[in-house]
């Protein structure tokens, strides 16, 4: 079963949006997966509690350090799972890597604060550093519950249409196309006509055109790698040859 196991100052920020809808209730009653938490401060052997200390070098902020964070991890029993570090400077969260975590069986998220944590546990454990954006968060928390969220529902029997998944934004190179709904009449909009045309072949092209269009106009980025990987082999190489 996929577990995720978090490690935090704060506990009981969680589940947060984990504990609801159809992720909750495949965890809480369908048991599907599980999440567990562990409170950094209890591995503190300061008598007072501290698990942070002034960056070395200089600065202001703290920085949590190397020996607590590292007790906190090797507190876990269970398989060996990927170790996650949340952090604004790590390789960007992508939909291919979630794939990879979610086939695991689990992960574990470490949740940094302050200035962040002691590059030494991150290396000596073989944390890998994730990003969900470029902007700064106050703690790791949220970026974590993004992770956990964006595995979870890949596992099967988590969601109740599995097929929806295939068309979703970044599954195959592209973004999702627009959604719509009753009523038809919206404040004087109108649904797309080709929608309610009932004609499903002309319905999945106006779908496919929409994603296309959608992506090459909000991310040029994942356009263009979608556009190199639907070149037929070779055809690049041959045209350079010309």
């Not at 052997?45 to 949590?64: E, K, N, S, W």
């Not at 290396?123 to 470029?134: I, N, P």
């Amino acid at each position: 079963m996929f577990t995720a196991s978090v490690l935090t100052m704060f506990p009981e920020a969680f589940p947060g949006p984990l504990g609801v809808s159809l992720i909750g209730s495949a965890w809480r009653e369908r048991g599907l997966w599980s999440l567990e938490t562990v409170d950094i401060r209890g591995f503190s052997t300061d008598r007072r509690g501290f698990l942070d200390d002034t960056p070395a070098g200089g600065g202001p902020g703290a920085v949590l350090k190397a020996d607590v964070v590292a007790r906190a991890v090797d507190s876990l029993s269970g398989p060996r799972r990927p170790l996650l570090y949340m952090s604004a400077r790590g390789r960007p969260l992508t939909q291919a890597r979630v794939r990879e975590w979610a086939k695991a069986d689990g992960v574990v998220v470490l949740c940094g604060r302050f200035e962040g944590v002691d590059q030494r546990v991150l290396d000596a454990r073989g944390f890998e550093e994730v990003s969900v954006g470029d902007a700064v968060l106050a703690g790791g928390e949220a970026a974590a519950m993004v992770v956990i969220e964006a595995c979870v529902r890949l596992i099967p029997g988590v969601l109740g249409q599995a097929d929806s998944l295939s068309t979703e934004s970044f599954e195959d190179g592209l973004l999702e196309h627009p959604q719509y709904t009753r009523p038809r009449t919206f404040e004087g909009l109108e649904i797309p006509e080709v929608l309610v045309s009932g004609d499903h072949s002309k319905i999945a092209k106006w779908r496919q055109e929409q994603r296309e269009t959608t992506t090459r106009e909000r991310r040029p980025d994942l356009w263009a790698q979608h556009s190199a990987n639907s070149q037929p082999r070779g055809a690049k190489a041959r045209g350079e040859d010309e």
